[in-house]
Nanobody, 121 residues
Framework: QVQVVESGGGLVQAGGSLRLSCAAS????????MGWFRQGPGKQRELVAL???????NYADSVKGRFTISRDSAKTTVYLQMNSLKPEDTAVYYC???????????????WGQGTQVTVSS
């Protein structure tokens, strides 16, 4: 079984910065993709950023140049550094991990509990 715990988030003024963290633990053989998604008020959940096992990254156009996804050396914790925040970035942010369990190499996908980010104008 794989568990994830998110931290970070909060209230910030427009132009400010926040950093989100999400740590995975449990029976993990490998994590293939780590990502962040968000769901704003009245909106569908959308991709914010992804980082693959090889280190390649992918960002939503709306956050390119402002947000940076990264991970720790153990590749079990993912971070989202958010700079130049805008009111439209207000949302609940969710981390997502996809990989394989140990020892049976079963696929897994887990979501964080979500953390609120509110950007005031």
């Amino acid at each position: 079984q794989v568990q994830v715990v998110e931290s970070g988030g909060g209230l910030v003024q427009a132009g400010g910065s926040l950093r989100l963290s999400c740590a995975a633990s449990g029976s993990i053989f490998s994590i293939n993709v780590m990502g962040w998604f968000r769901q704003g008020p009245g909106k569908q959940r959308e991709l914010v950023a992804l980082i693959a096992s090889g280190g390649s990254t992918n960002y939503a156009d709306s956050v390119k140049g402002r947000f940076t996804i990264s991970r720790d050396s153990a590749k079990t914790t993912v971070y989202l550094q958010m700079n130049s925040l805008k009111p439209e970035d207000t949302a609940v942010y969710y981390c997502n991990f996809q990989g394989n369990t140990a020892p049976l190499m079963r696929n897994f996908e887990v979501w964080g509990q979500g953390t609120q980010v509110t950007v005031s104008s």
